[in-house]
């Protein structure tokens, strides 16, 4: 994961693209991509795929590199194929239970793994979210409230909703299921952000 700045910097440069390129195609700042390159700075991994999208490079290969990814949608995801990433310097662990590169997805599932005492660990997306608990516990903020999730709790949270997972002295897993697809290899349009 140390090179993952120095991968996405060779991925620009291979293109031929300035940071200013490249923001104008993800919608990040150039501060933050050059925060990103020098490995200054933390993605979420909503930024690391629009970085990915504008790049027309699956976010696998970042992490996999040694493996062949089968761009063939598939119903069944070994074990053994499943991708776990961890972004940048977050403490959060993800997961991915569905294949890499589905065509046309209707929803992503991942397990989210919180060890304890996370700091806040902000989140928005344009898809829905729905979670499960599976082990642990985890405090939850969306808008003003917060809700404290155990094993067997689930939620519901709208698209564009902003919402901060918090952990305290015990580690958390949560079933994540989000109407999004996260992994994409086409560039779409955005708003400038930062860390998103």
Same mark, same amino acid.
């Given at each position: 994961?140390?090179?993952?700045?120095?991968?996405?910097?060779? =991925?620009?440069?291979?293109?031929?693209?300035? /940071?200013?390129?490249?923001?104008?195609?993800?919608?990040?700042?150039?501060?933050?991509?050059?925060?990103?390159?020098?490995?200054? #700075?933390?993605? #979420?991994?909503?930024?690391?795929?629009?970085?990915?999208? !504008?790049?027309?490079?699956?976010? %696998?290969?970042?992490?996999? %590199?040694?493996?062949?990814?089968?761009?063939?949608a598939?119903? /069944?995801?070994? =074990?053994?194929?499943?991708?776990?990433?961890?972004?940048?310097?977050?403490?959060?662990? +993800?997961? +991915?239970?569905?294949?890499?590169?589905?065509?046309?997805?209707?929803?992503?599932?991942?397990?989210?793994?919180?060890?304890?005492?996370? !700091?806040?660990?902000? #989140?928005?997306?344009? &898809?829905?979210?729905? &979670?499960?608990?599976? #082990?642990?516990?985890? $405090?939850?903020?969306?808008?003003?409230? @917060?809700?404290? /999730?155990? !094993?067997?709790?689930? +939620?519901?949270?709208?698209?564009?909703?902003?919402h901060? +997972?918090? @952990?305290?002295? @015990?580690?958390?897993?949560?079933?994540? $299921?989000v109407?999004?697809?996260f992994?994409?290899?086409? %560039?779409?349009? &955005?708003? *400038? *952000?930062? $860390? &998103?």
């Amino acid at each position: 994961m140390d090179d993952l700045g120095s991968r996405l910097r060779a =991925a620009r440069i291979e293109r031929d693209w300035t /940071l200013e390129a490249l923001s104008e195609r993800c919608g990040l700042s150039t501060g933050f991509l050059s925060q990103v390159e020098r490995g200054q #700075s933390t993605l #979420s991994i909503v930024s690391l795929s629009a970085i990915c999208r !504008a790049l027309s490079i699956p976010i %696998a290969t970042l992490f996999s %590199a040694d493996r062949p990814i089968d761009e063939q949608a598939h119903a /069944l995801t070994r =074990a053994s194929e499943q991708l776990h990433i961890r972004v940048g310097e977050s403490p959060v662990t +993800y997961r +991915y239970l569905t294949n890499q590169l589905p065509s046309d997805p209707i929803v992503e599932l991942l397990i989210a793994e919180f060890p304890p005492d996370t !700091a806040p660990c902000e #989140s928005h997306h344009e &898809g829905e979210e729905l &979670g499960y608990v599976l #082990s642990g516990r985890v $405090a939850l903020t969306v808008g003003t409230r @917060t809700y404290t /999730l155990r !094993a067997g709790d689930s +939620y519901r949270i709208p698209p564009s909703e902003k919402h901060i +997972y918090t @952990t305290k002295r @015990t580690k958390a897993r949560v079933l994540m $299921a989000v109407t999004q697809r996260f992994v994409e290899t086409e %560039a779409r349009p &955005g708003t *400038k *952000k930062g $860390a &998103g």
